[in-house]
């Protein structure tokens, strides 16, 4: 708790960047681990910058207290503390600098820097947690080599980890044991790590593509080894993809993972030494679904990817986060496509990016992928960053084709390695490695927004030309009320009538404020098929008719297309019909074209079961949102609920008869195994919609017949939005058979928050009081309140009662963990495209946040944001 009301916040700007006026080429830290009281000694050997100020040393810390400090082995008592940080005037060259600290790592419930979870010591040092464990210049443009001593009770904190290298280790006979480690890689003090504690380790290796044997350990509580499998085959599956595609060896003969209960995100890159969230390493059949195992891949590949696309090459400054994340991201989506289907994830990875970024960027905490200032960092761990940050650079493989891509980032590699690099290293490394003219490009880094492309086709029956004209803006956001035009690259087909075909793909490139593009050779109007595989991350409105759309649907040969046509299709539709655009014909008509299309992908034999899941899915009610403003909740919520039921009872035989040939797929991780299994659950989705008591009864014949989390995790969702024995039978058996396995039993907290259930909010508020439920532990605190969130009805009750609730769970949360609490406030902050009198209760319920006597600064931050 650094900020009461009454100080005005700190802003940090991007243009006020300096080099640091003192590096520290070494550091050595002494650890006594204890639960509550753990000393660290830290010897920092330091130099003058030769490119800094020449001021004094300024060494970060966040509710620290300096027991001692000596230089040169004397001690020294030339130093002041400035707010939270010590700094203390030297002269000369170099030094070496030596300051004892204690912390209590149970009192950090914050989850930043040590703290304890389950009688383990762990870290977490992004962005600013080291400085929660020693003073030091926290900042990522401060590169050491750590050699760390490690000392604990051995019978309390048997493994003893840390970055790089095991050096020595030795027992006293006090009962305490020791571990010194080195890591030869000059690192950031964000990448530092520590974890001590009972752990039991999982085994791999990899021969890396020069012949080098790396040692892997997955490192979990004993009992969950049986759940690593996944985990480290996908580690394995990361280190041989990145040499094969990216041509990057992993450098050091050590790769630890260490699975954490209580932490704040997903999971930590710490150089050699990744530390997970649970979430995100332990998966069986049994107890994690289809998605888990997606999860488990892709972020034990995300955080694989840093050691070079964060780790070897680094960020400068904390605005250059997209550097690393941004390209991490995309990194780890290109995996993902390699390793299952490729179509598939994309579509997966739009939808997120349309369903949380995109309502980012037309909300108040819109910021460009490279901020231009922040109050807290944390705040910055946005989709913008990550998911709009891998769409910036994915269009620069589209442009470059992903020969020259290669050549980019080679040159990107090679140039800034062991450096702390910024967001325009990069893009002069792809420019110059690729051979592109980026200059224009660069507007992506700088404008916030989504951008909106309108397009306009007209044929010319004499000449058989057909002329595309496109007009595009980005919206205003904060701080930037006019934008300039971006570069924009649209993968597009005209497709002939007749034949069903296209002559080949065109990439148009838009870069100015209105353009045409001609095409000749087109006797009859073509079927436009635009910005497929989403070639770049916009809006576009092209008013296409419905003939036009299930022409698509049904035919278009890039398999994202396809879904997009579906998706408009609905989306349409839905928007008339929430703007009550529609009389009782052109409803009839609507609903008609959809069913029809419907049908036809699911009796389509030529597409396989993933694809068909991804084609029959709703577009959710916040995409939807997002094309409507001022936006009544509700009457998306009842319109697409309405549509649902209708489209249930219509192709009623076809679900059925979808639902019982999936059923009598056995399991399996093979496409095809999953592919039932993701058309099962949804087949009974549009079924409860239509008939929910003969649904009730299908369903737990689905949750009792279940031998894997998927079936049964889909069964209970569906359950949890109908009334009726078979409900509270299912909940009841599912919290009983998994009651000792917490991200389980945090399911069994979001399935219920997020049903559609017309009392789910009642039930937040019990399940709030429910034993199983803490606000220390983040996975629990989201599976309760995020699953509310993100359900319109539950939240958006019309009395403002869902407002208040997370209103009230931000006030109480904050004192615990500002970082986690801050994530709750930009549901909230949506007010402005609410309709009034919901925007109102929306607004009520941030001023009310606002007006606590003492906020953290993460959530102050947010608040005000969202009320300006
Ligand atoms: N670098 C980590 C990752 O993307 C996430 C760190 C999250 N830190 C935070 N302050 N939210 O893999
Ligand atoms: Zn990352």
Known sequence: MKDSASQPPVVIQRADYRPPAWLVPDIALDFLLDLSATQVTATLDVERNPAGDGGPLRLNGDGLVAQSVAVDGEPHSAWRMEGDDLVVDLPGEAHQVTIETTIDPTANTQLSGLYASGGLLCTQCEAEGFRRITFFPDRPDVLSRYTVTLTADKAAFPVLLSNGNPMDSGEEEDGTHWAIWHDPWPKPSYLFALVAGDLVATRGTFTTMSGREVELAIWVRAGDETRTGHAMRALIASMAWDEKVYGREYDLDLFNIVAVSDFNAGAMENKGLNIFNTRYILADPETATDGDYDGVEGVVAHEYFHNWSGNRVTCRDWFQLSLKEGFTVLRDQQFSADMGSAPVKRIEDVRVLRSAQFPEDSGPLAHPIRPNSYQEI??????????????????????????????????????????????EDFVKAIEDGAGLDLAQFRRWYEQAGTPQVDVAMTHDAASGSVTLAFKQTVPPTPGQPVKQPMVIPLRTALFDRASGAHGGEHLIVLNEAAQTFTFDGFAQAPVLSLNRGFSAPVAINAPQSVDDLVFLAAHDDDAFARYEAMQQLVVQHLVAAVEDRLDDAARAAGRAAIAGALGAILADPALDDLMRGELVMLPGEAYLAEQLNPVDPARVHAEREALKAWLGTELGDAWRALHDRCSAVPYGLDAAARGARKLKTQALVYLAAADPAQTALRAKAQYDAADNMTDRQGALMVLCGLDGPQREAALADFHARFADNRLVIDKWFSLQAGSLHPKALDHVRALAQHPDFTLTNPNRVRALYMAFAANPQAFHAADGAGYALIADLILALDPINGNVAARFVAPLGRWRRIEPQRAALMRAALERIAAAPRLSRDVREQVSKSLE
């Open 378 to 423: 944390s705040n910055f761990y946005t989709a913008t960053v990550y998911n709009k940050g891998a769409e910036v650079i994915r269009m620069m493989t589209v442009l470059a084709g992903s020969e020259r891509f290669r050549a980019g980032t080679d040159l990107y590699f090679e140039r800034h390695d062991g450096e702390a690099a910024t967001c």
